[in-house]
Protein backbone atom coordinates (compact mmCIF):
# COMPACT_ATOMS: atom_id res chain seq x y z
CA UNK A 1 0.00 0.00 0.00
CA UNK A 2 1.83 3.63 -0.94
CA UNK A 3 1.85 5.78 1.81
CA UNK A 4 1.09 9.55 0.59
CA UNK A 5 3.92 11.73 1.51
CA UNK A 6 3.37 14.23 4.40
CA UNK A 7 4.42 17.80 5.13
CA UNK A 8 4.19 19.05 8.79
CA UNK A 9 2.27 22.47 8.71
CA UNK A 10 4.61 25.31 10.18
CA UNK A 11 4.00 26.19 13.86
CA UNK A 12 2.51 29.52 12.55
CA UNK A 13 0.35 28.69 10.08
CA UNK A 14 -2.62 29.07 12.79
CA UNK A 15 -1.65 32.07 14.69
CA UNK A 16 -4.60 31.78 16.97
CA UNK A 17 -3.98 28.36 17.64
CA UNK A 18 -0.25 29.23 18.20
CA UNK A 19 -0.77 31.67 20.53
CA UNK A 20 -2.71 29.61 22.78
CA UNK A 21 -0.37 26.92 23.04
CA UNK A 22 2.20 28.99 23.70
CA UNK A 23 0.15 30.40 26.56
CA UNK A 24 -0.77 27.12 27.90
CA UNK A 25 2.62 25.96 27.89
CA UNK A 26 4.66 28.78 29.43
CA UNK A 27 2.20 29.80 31.85
CA UNK A 28 1.92 26.12 32.77
CA UNK A 29 5.94 25.68 33.13
CA UNK A 30 6.11 28.78 35.45
CA UNK A 31 3.16 26.95 37.83
CA UNK A 32 5.48 24.00 37.76
CA UNK A 33 8.49 25.34 38.13
CA UNK A 34 7.27 27.58 41.12
CA UNK A 35 5.67 24.67 42.65
CA UNK A 36 8.82 22.48 42.82
CA UNK A 37 10.91 25.27 43.65
CA UNK A 38 8.64 26.11 46.39
CA UNK A 39 8.59 22.33 47.63
CA UNK A 40 12.67 21.99 47.59
CA UNK A 41 12.57 24.73 49.75
CA UNK A 42 10.86 23.03 52.39
CA UNK A 43 7.48 24.87 52.08
CA UNK A 44 4.41 22.76 52.46
CA UNK A 45 1.70 21.39 49.98
CA UNK A 46 -0.53 23.83 50.77
CA UNK A 47 2.06 26.67 49.12
CA UNK A 48 0.82 24.99 45.74
CA UNK A 49 -2.89 26.72 46.09
CA UNK A 50 -1.41 30.23 45.90
CA UNK A 51 0.78 29.50 43.26
CA UNK A 52 -1.84 28.58 41.17
CA UNK A 53 -4.14 31.40 41.86
CA UNK A 54 -0.67 33.42 40.86
CA UNK A 55 0.16 31.70 37.49
CA UNK A 56 -3.68 31.93 36.75
CA UNK A 57 -3.60 35.51 37.73
CA UNK A 58 -0.50 36.02 35.32
CA UNK A 59 -2.80 34.76 32.70
CA UNK A 60 -5.18 36.44 32.89
CA UNK A 61 -3.39 39.95 33.16
CA UNK A 62 -1.29 38.72 29.87
CA UNK A 63 -4.65 37.89 27.92
CA UNK A 64 -5.23 41.88 28.59
CA UNK A 65 -1.76 42.71 27.53
CA UNK A 66 -2.39 40.67 24.54
CA UNK A 67 -5.54 42.67 22.95
CA UNK A 68 -3.34 46.06 24.14
CA UNK A 69 -0.58 45.55 22.51
CA UNK A 70 -2.34 44.04 19.21
CA UNK A 71 -3.61 47.54 18.81
CA UNK A 72 -0.03 49.19 19.40
CA UNK A 73 2.21 47.01 17.55
CA UNK A 74 1.80 48.95 14.03
CA UNK A 75 1.77 52.17 15.36
CA UNK A 76 4.41 54.80 15.44
CA UNK A 77 7.63 53.52 17.52
CA UNK A 78 7.53 56.00 20.07
CA UNK A 79 3.94 55.72 20.42
CA UNK A 80 4.54 51.76 20.88
CA UNK A 81 7.19 51.59 22.91
CA UNK A 82 5.96 54.47 25.60
CA UNK A 83 2.37 52.76 25.67
CA UNK A 84 3.94 49.91 26.02
CA UNK A 85 5.85 50.49 29.15
CA UNK A 86 3.58 52.52 30.90
CA UNK A 87 0.63 49.59 30.37
CA UNK A 88 3.00 47.18 31.52
CA UNK A 89 4.03 48.88 35.08
CA UNK A 90 0.49 48.95 35.69
CA UNK A 91 -0.02 45.43 34.77
CA UNK A 92 3.01 44.67 37.02
CA UNK A 93 1.64 46.75 39.96
CA UNK A 94 -1.56 44.97 39.52
CA UNK A 95 0.16 41.61 39.35
CA UNK A 96 1.64 42.16 42.48
CA UNK A 97 -0.73 43.29 44.16
CA UNK A 98 -2.59 39.90 43.73
CA UNK A 99 0.68 38.09 44.35
CA UNK A 100 0.49 40.43 47.77
CA UNK A 101 -2.70 39.72 48.87
CA UNK A 102 -2.71 35.85 48.27
CA UNK A 103 0.40 36.36 50.68
CA UNK A 104 -1.39 37.81 53.14
CA UNK A 105 -4.11 35.40 53.19
CA UNK A 106 -1.55 32.10 53.12
CA UNK A 107 0.41 34.16 56.15
CA UNK A 108 -1.86 36.23 58.32
CA UNK A 109 0.37 36.36 60.68
CA UNK A 110 3.49 38.05 58.49
CA UNK A 111 4.31 41.76 60.35
CA UNK A 112 5.38 43.28 57.32
CA UNK A 113 3.39 45.80 55.64
CA UNK A 114 1.28 45.34 52.99
CA UNK A 115 3.83 48.28 50.71
CA UNK A 116 6.85 46.24 52.01
CA UNK A 117 5.24 43.10 51.05
CA UNK A 118 4.32 44.66 47.65
CA UNK A 119 8.03 46.16 46.46
CA UNK A 120 9.69 42.67 47.79
CA UNK A 121 6.96 40.74 45.85
CA UNK A 122 6.76 42.59 42.43
CA UNK A 123 10.07 41.30 41.17
CA UNK A 124 8.63 38.24 40.22
CA UNK A 125 5.57 39.69 38.48
CA UNK A 126 8.06 42.11 36.76
CA UNK A 127 10.12 39.19 35.56
CA UNK A 128 7.46 37.04 34.08
CA UNK A 129 5.46 40.25 32.68
CA UNK A 130 8.58 42.17 31.00
CA UNK A 131 9.28 38.59 29.23
CA UNK A 132 6.27 37.62 28.38
CA UNK A 133 6.24 41.07 26.17
CA UNK A 134 9.26 41.05 25.24
CA UNK A 135 8.25 37.37 23.54
CA UNK A 136 4.85 38.49 22.25
CA UNK A 137 6.87 41.81 19.84
CA UNK A 138 9.62 39.56 19.02
CA UNK A 139 6.74 36.97 17.82
CA UNK A 140 5.29 38.87 15.89
CA UNK A 141 7.91 41.46 14.63
CA UNK A 142 9.06 38.05 13.20
CA UNK A 143 6.36 36.36 11.82
CA UNK A 144 5.56 40.45 9.83
CA UNK A 145 8.79 40.41 8.82
CA UNK A 146 8.44 36.48 7.61
CA UNK A 147 5.47 37.55 5.76
CA UNK A 148 6.82 40.47 3.75
CA UNK A 149 9.78 38.41 2.47
CA UNK A 150 7.34 35.84 1.46
CA UNK A 151 5.15 38.89 -0.17
CA UNK A 152 8.43 40.17 -1.81
CA UNK A 153 9.32 37.05 -2.95
CA UNK A 154 5.75 36.06 -4.53
CA UNK A 155 6.56 39.89 -6.65
CA UNK A 156 9.72 38.85 -7.41
CA UNK A 157 8.73 35.15 -9.02
CA UNK A 158 5.68 37.28 -11.00
CA UNK A 159 8.47 39.79 -12.02
CA UNK A 160 10.64 37.25 -13.30
CA UNK A 161 7.48 35.08 -14.88
CA UNK A 162 6.48 38.16 -16.34
CA UNK A 163 9.38 39.11 -17.43
CA UNK A 164 10.51 35.48 -19.01
CA UNK A 165 6.69 35.97 -20.87
CA UNK A 166 8.34 39.32 -22.46
CA UNK A 167 11.33 37.74 -23.94
CA UNK A 168 9.25 34.64 -24.77
CA UNK A 169 6.98 36.37 -27.17
CA UNK A 170 9.66 38.94 -28.82
CA UNK A 171 10.55 35.56 -30.89
CA UNK A 172 7.38 35.17 -32.57
CA UNK A 173 6.83 38.07 -34.01
CA UNK A 174 10.74 37.98 -35.40
CA UNK A 175 9.91 34.64 -36.89
CA UNK A 176 7.16 35.52 -38.22
CA UNK A 177 7.73 38.06 -40.15
CA UNK A 178 10.12 36.01 -42.52
CA UNK A 179 7.56 33.00 -42.47
CA UNK A 180 4.44 35.12 -43.38
CA UNK A 181 7.15 37.30 -46.13
CA UNK A 182 8.00 34.14 -47.93
CA UNK A 183 3.98 32.90 -47.77
CA UNK A 184 3.09 36.09 -49.65
CA UNK A 185 5.79 36.04 -51.85
CA UNK A 186 4.57 32.42 -52.85
CA UNK A 187 1.44 33.62 -53.49
CA UNK A 188 2.17 36.45 -55.63
CA UNK A 189 4.21 34.01 -57.77
CA UNK A 190 1.01 32.04 -57.54
CA UNK A 191 2.64 29.43 -55.99
CA UNK A 192 -0.13 27.47 -54.16
CA UNK A 193 0.45 23.89 -53.06
CA UNK A 194 3.52 25.48 -51.54
CA UNK A 195 2.03 28.50 -49.57
CA UNK A 196 -0.90 26.09 -48.36
CA UNK A 197 2.58 23.58 -47.36
CA UNK A 198 3.57 26.27 -45.49
CA UNK A 199 0.64 27.54 -43.83
CA UNK A 200 0.11 24.24 -42.56
CA UNK A 201 3.61 24.39 -41.12
CA UNK A 202 3.18 27.79 -39.53
CA UNK A 203 -0.19 26.75 -37.77
CA UNK A 204 1.10 23.22 -36.44
CA UNK A 205 4.17 25.34 -35.22
CA UNK A 206 2.65 28.18 -33.42
CA UNK A 207 -0.24 25.77 -31.67
CA UNK A 208 2.82 22.97 -30.66
CA UNK A 209 4.32 26.74 -29.33
CA UNK A 210 0.95 27.73 -27.64
CA UNK A 211 0.20 25.20 -25.28
CA UNK A 212 3.68 25.42 -23.47
CA UNK A 213 3.91 28.39 -20.55
CA UNK A 214 5.61 31.26 -21.57
CA UNK A 215 7.72 31.19 -18.81
CA UNK A 216 7.77 27.23 -18.16
CA UNK A 217 9.60 24.87 -18.95
CA UNK A 218 10.34 21.97 -21.54
CA UNK A 219 12.34 18.54 -21.74
CA UNK A 220 14.66 18.42 -24.41
CA UNK A 221 12.91 16.18 -26.00
CA UNK A 222 9.51 18.58 -26.74
CA UNK A 223 11.91 21.70 -27.87
CA UNK A 224 14.05 19.09 -30.16
CA UNK A 225 10.31 18.35 -31.70
CA UNK A 226 9.29 22.41 -31.72
CA UNK A 227 12.98 23.01 -33.34
CA UNK A 228 11.55 20.26 -36.34
CA UNK A 229 8.94 22.13 -36.67
CA UNK A 230 10.58 25.32 -37.20
CA UNK A 231 13.13 23.61 -39.82
CA UNK A 232 10.63 22.28 -41.54
CA UNK A 233 9.07 25.73 -42.44
CA UNK A 234 12.47 27.11 -43.01
CA UNK A 235 12.93 24.02 -45.21
CA UNK A 236 10.59 25.03 -47.64
CA UNK A 237 12.40 28.43 -48.41
CA UNK A 238 15.97 26.88 -48.70
CA UNK A 239 15.38 23.40 -49.90
CA UNK A 240 18.38 21.38 -49.86
CA UNK A 241 20.85 24.19 -48.75
CA UNK A 242 19.37 23.98 -44.99
CA UNK A 243 21.07 20.56 -43.96
CA UNK A 244 20.55 19.86 -39.97
CA UNK A 245 22.05 16.90 -37.60
CA UNK A 246 20.43 15.83 -33.98
CA UNK A 247 22.81 14.11 -31.70
CA UNK A 248 20.84 14.00 -28.69
CA UNK A 249 21.61 11.33 -25.71
CA UNK A 250 18.86 9.18 -24.45
CA UNK A 251 19.92 10.39 -20.89
CA UNK A 252 19.39 14.08 -21.48
CA UNK A 253 16.18 13.59 -23.83
CA UNK A 254 13.88 13.96 -20.08
CA UNK A 255 16.08 17.02 -19.19
CA UNK A 256 13.86 20.59 -18.77
CA UNK A 257 15.18 23.80 -19.90
CA UNK A 258 13.31 27.06 -20.54
CA UNK A 259 10.84 26.92 -23.70
CA UNK A 260 11.88 27.88 -27.03
CA UNK A 261 15.22 28.51 -25.90
CA UNK A 262 17.09 26.77 -28.83
CA UNK A 263 14.46 27.92 -31.11
CA UNK A 264 16.67 31.56 -32.17
CA UNK A 265 20.03 30.07 -32.17
CA UNK A 266 18.95 27.82 -34.96
CA UNK A 267 17.06 31.18 -36.13
CA UNK A 268 20.26 32.77 -35.92
CA UNK A 269 22.52 30.26 -37.72
CA UNK A 270 20.10 30.41 -40.55
CA UNK A 271 20.28 33.81 -40.72
CA UNK A 272 23.66 33.91 -40.46
CA UNK A 273 24.62 30.87 -41.67
CA UNK A 274 22.85 29.22 -44.40
CA UNK A 275 21.37 32.03 -46.07
CA UNK A 276 24.77 34.06 -46.41
CA UNK A 277 26.07 30.63 -48.18
CA UNK A 278 25.13 30.34 -52.06
CA UNK A 279 26.13 26.10 -51.11
CA UNK A 280 23.84 26.61 -47.30
CA UNK A 281 25.54 25.39 -44.60
CA UNK A 282 24.45 22.10 -42.00
CA UNK A 283 23.27 22.78 -38.57
CA UNK A 284 23.94 20.71 -35.74
CA UNK A 285 22.48 20.13 -32.39
CA UNK A 286 24.00 18.31 -29.87
CA UNK A 287 22.93 17.97 -26.12
CA UNK A 288 24.25 15.73 -23.12
CA UNK A 289 24.53 15.60 -19.60
CA UNK A 290 28.23 16.03 -17.54
CA UNK A 291 27.77 16.02 -14.48
CA UNK A 292 24.91 16.49 -13.14
CA UNK A 293 24.63 19.89 -15.75
CA UNK A 294 23.06 19.57 -19.29
CA UNK A 295 25.32 20.92 -21.82
CA UNK A 296 23.75 21.81 -25.26
CA UNK A 297 25.38 23.23 -28.24
CA UNK A 298 24.17 24.95 -31.78
CA UNK A 299 26.75 24.64 -34.21
CA UNK A 300 26.28 25.57 -38.03
CA UNK A 301 29.31 25.30 -40.43
CA UNK A 302 28.87 29.02 -41.86
CA UNK A 303 31.28 32.10 -42.41
CA UNK A 304 31.52 32.84 -38.59
CA UNK A 305 31.98 35.85 -36.68
CA UNK A 306 32.36 38.91 -39.73
CA UNK A 307 33.83 41.87 -39.07
CA UNK A 308 31.80 44.74 -39.32
CA UNK A 309 30.13 47.44 -37.21
CA UNK A 310 29.01 46.55 -33.76
CA UNK A 311 25.41 46.94 -33.45
CA UNK A 312 25.09 49.18 -30.34
CA UNK A 313 21.48 47.43 -29.40
CA UNK A 314 22.77 44.35 -28.70
CA UNK A 315 25.69 42.58 -26.85
CA UNK A 316 28.93 41.74 -28.05
CA UNK A 317 31.16 38.33 -28.69
CA UNK A 318 34.76 38.60 -27.99
CA UNK A 319 36.41 36.25 -30.37
CA UNK A 320 39.62 34.50 -30.25
CA UNK A 321 41.97 37.51 -31.29
CA UNK A 322 39.91 39.76 -28.97
CA UNK A 323 37.44 41.56 -31.66
CA UNK A 324 33.72 42.50 -30.51
CA UNK A 325 31.57 41.64 -32.96
CA UNK A 326 27.83 41.34 -33.08
CA UNK A 327 26.16 38.08 -32.34
CA UNK A 328 22.64 38.56 -34.22
CA UNK A 329 19.59 38.97 -32.68
CA UNK A 330 18.22 36.13 -30.72
CA UNK A 331 21.34 35.48 -28.51
CA UNK A 332 20.83 38.87 -26.53
CA UNK A 333 16.95 37.15 -25.89
CA UNK A 334 18.69 33.94 -25.00
CA UNK A 335 21.33 35.64 -22.68
CA UNK A 336 18.60 37.48 -20.43
CA UNK A 337 16.17 34.38 -20.49
CA UNK A 338 19.35 32.36 -18.81
CA UNK A 339 19.80 35.33 -16.45
CA UNK A 340 16.33 34.97 -15.41
CA UNK A 341 15.80 31.31 -15.08
CA UNK A 342 19.30 30.49 -13.63
CA UNK A 343 20.75 33.63 -12.20
CA UNK A 344 24.70 33.03 -11.87
CA UNK A 345 24.34 29.15 -12.26
CA UNK A 346 24.75 28.89 -15.95
CA UNK A 347 27.57 28.91 -18.91
CA UNK A 348 26.82 30.46 -22.21
CA UNK A 349 29.70 30.49 -24.42
CA UNK A 350 30.16 31.33 -27.96
CA UNK A 351 33.30 29.77 -30.22
CA UNK A 352 34.55 30.32 -33.54
CA UNK A 353 36.40 27.21 -34.68
CA UNK A 354 39.52 27.96 -36.85
CA UNK A 355 38.03 26.12 -39.83
CA UNK A 356 35.54 28.34 -39.74
CA UNK A 357 31.61 28.21 -38.66
CA UNK A 358 29.84 29.65 -35.38
CA UNK A 359 29.08 27.50 -32.34
CA UNK A 360 26.64 28.17 -29.24
CA UNK A 361 26.91 25.89 -25.86
CA UNK A 362 25.28 26.36 -23.25
CA UNK A 363 25.15 24.84 -20.09
CA UNK A 364 22.64 24.76 -16.86
CA UNK A 365 22.05 22.39 -13.96
CA UNK A 366 20.51 19.00 -14.41
CA UNK A 367 16.51 19.30 -14.14
CA UNK A 368 15.23 15.71 -15.00
CA UNK A 369 11.40 15.47 -15.86
CA UNK A 370 12.12 11.66 -15.86
CA UNK A 371 10.17 11.34 -12.37
CA UNK A 372 6.87 13.03 -14.01
CA UNK A 373 6.63 10.97 -17.50
CA UNK A 374 7.87 7.44 -15.99
CA UNK A 375 6.36 5.55 -18.50
CA UNK A 376 7.59 7.66 -21.66
CA UNK A 377 10.16 6.24 -23.68
CA UNK A 378 13.13 8.43 -24.83
CA UNK A 379 12.61 9.79 -28.14
CA UNK A 380 14.42 8.75 -30.85
CA UNK A 381 16.03 11.68 -31.57
CA UNK A 382 19.59 11.27 -32.50
CA UNK A 383 21.22 11.28 -36.27
CA UNK A 384 19.98 13.00 -39.09
CA UNK A 385 16.71 14.85 -39.64
CA UNK A 386 14.48 13.96 -42.39
CA UNK A 387 14.81 14.88 -45.92
CA UNK A 388 13.28 18.22 -46.98
CA UNK A 389 9.88 18.33 -48.18
CA UNK A 390 9.63 18.82 -52.19
CA UNK A 391 8.69 22.61 -53.30
CA UNK A 392 8.61 24.41 -56.45
CA UNK A 393 11.64 25.18 -58.48
CA UNK A 394 11.05 28.74 -58.39
CA UNK A 395 11.85 28.96 -54.45
CA UNK A 396 15.43 27.80 -54.77
CA UNK A 397 16.51 31.62 -54.27
CA UNK A 398 16.03 32.48 -50.21
CA UNK A 399 12.64 34.21 -49.82
CA UNK A 400 12.25 36.93 -47.04
CA UNK A 401 16.13 35.86 -45.57
CA UNK A 402 15.69 39.22 -44.16
CA UNK A 403 15.22 39.55 -40.17
Known amino acids: MA??????????????SAFWNLQFVGWGGAMVLRAVTAIANGQSFDFVVPVVI???????????????????????????????????????????AIDGWVFTLYRPQSESSFATLLL?????????????????????????????????????AQATSAQLAMLRYQLNPHFLFNTLNSISTLVLLKQTEPANAMLTRLSSFLRHTLISQPGGKVTLAQEVETLKL????????FEERLRTEFSIEPAAAHARLPSMLLQPLVENAIKYAVSA?????RISVAARLVGNRLRVTVSDTGPGLQQG????????????????????????????????AYGDDHLFEIRTPPEGGFTVMIEIPHDSAGAEEPDAPPPRISGNSPPPPPAAQITKRPIGTKA
Open 3 to 16: VLPSQPAPFFANKN
Open 277 to 281: QEEGA
Open 309 to 340: PLRPSLPAAITGEGRAVSTGVGLANIRNRLAQ
Open 230 to 237: YLGIERMR
Open 54 to 96: EIIAGFSISLVLSVIYRKLINRRPLVTWGLTAIVLAVAVCIYA
Open 120 to 156: GISILPLTLLCTWSALYYAINYFLQVEEQADRLERLE
